[in-house]
Structures are given as structure tokens and as C-alpha cells.
Nanobody, 122 residues
């Protein structure tokens, strides 16, 4: 399984951005798919996790109500919709997958993309 993120860029505060995570070779339905981010000088943090096993989505408090995730099973792609972006959302964003899990432990994900830069600045 390979994951490739795309869709990053520079936006102004309050704007929206949608990231894509394309999976090669497998169906993401059987995976927990997580989005993580890492800002300069900070540890990687979990943003959002969707479990294909339970159907549940968990959110970091800092993004709840602003970020959502969806999947296109046919295209084997997961999306992270980010609305009302803030400067503190600036980071490299990663998608990751863990087979048949009900959570997305940062130290336990099996597969990682290389990340995309998201910069929120006026």
C-alpha cells in the first residue's frame, strides 16, 4: 500500500482547502485512515481518524467543526476538507493507514504518505 497526498498550498485565514490521499493497490474500506500534521518545532499530532472497521470518526479538538473526512472508494482516495483555516493550522499534513483498526495510533500506523505543506497566512 502506498499513500500519496496532494492538494496542499497557501491560503488566507478563513479560506478552505481539500487534501487528497490516494491509495495504490488496496481498498481503504478495511483500514483506519488518519490525518496527521506537524508544524515546525512541534511534534506530529493527530488531526482526524476514520475507522473502516467501526465507521466512527474522531477529531482533534482544535479542528472539530472545521475539518471533515470523506472517501471515494472507487478511486481509493480519502479526502480531508479543511474549512475556516487558521494560521495555527499551518503544518505538513500526512495521511496514514492501519489495517482493520478502530483507531489511529501515531506510533502504530502501518503506512504513511510523504506529506503536503499547508500554509495559512495573510
Amino acid at each position: 500500500l502506498q499513500l500519496v497526498e496532494s492538494g496542499g498550498g497557501l491560503v488566507e485565514p478563513g479560506e478552505s482547502l481539500r487534501l487528497s490521499c490516494a491509495a495504490s493497490g488496496v481498498d481503504l474500506d478495511n483500514y483506519a485512515v488518519g490525518w496527521f500534521r506537524q508544524a515546525p518545532g512541534r511534534e506530529r499530532e493527530g488531526v482526524l481518524c476514520f475507522s473502516g472497521k467501526t465507521g466512527d470518526t474522531t477529531y482533534a479538538a482544535s479542528v472539530k467543526g472545521r475539518f471533515t473526512m470523506s472517501e471515494d472508494s472507487a478511486k481509493k482516495t480519502a479526502f480531508l476538507q479543511m474549512n475556516s483555516l487558521k494560521p495555527e493550522d499551518t503544518a505538513v499534513y500526512y495521511c496514514a493507514a492501519l489495517y482493520w483498526s478502530d483507531s489511529c495510533p501515531p506510533q502504530g500506523m502501518d503506512y504513511w504518505g510523504k506529506g503536503v505543506q499547508v500554509t495559512v497566512s495573510s
